[in-house]
Nanobody, 122 residues
């Protein structure tokens, strides 16, 4: 069983930065691919970024490419999402997820955190 806890959400002005962390518990946590998804009010959950278990194959949604960076520290069982040059349209609840392979489809992930709010003001 893997449990995920997201940390680091908050409020920031446009152009600012935040770093989200996702701490995983469970003996096999470091063997999972990890993804970040977000859900804005009234919208469906959408893919943000994902990374393989080894950390050498990141992928990004076009809307965040060159602004967000996903990374992981398997010794710490933690995945990070560095978010720079934030825009108001990045406002959403951000979720981390664990699954057997790096994927853009939320249905491919079988462990989810509780989410953390990110709010970006103009």
């Amino acid at each position: 069983q893997v449990e995920l806890v997201e940390l680091g959400g908050g409020s920031v002005q446009a152009g600012g930065s935040l770093r989200l962390s996702c701490v995983a518990s469970g003996r096999t946590a470091s063997r999972y691919a990890m993804g970040w998804f977000r859900q804005a009010l009234g919208n469906e959950r959408e893919f943000v970024a994902a990374i393989s278990w080894s950390g050498d194959i990141p992928s990004y949604a076009d809307s965040v490419k060159s602004r967000f960076t996903i990374s992981r520290d398997n010794d710490q069982r933690t995945v990070y999402l560095q978010m720079d040059n934030l825009k108001p349209e990045d406002t959403a609840v951000y979720y981390c997820a664990a699954g057997p392979g790096s994927s853009r489809d939320p249905q491919d992930y079988n462990h989810w955190g509780q989410g953390t709010q990110v709010s970006v003001s103009a």
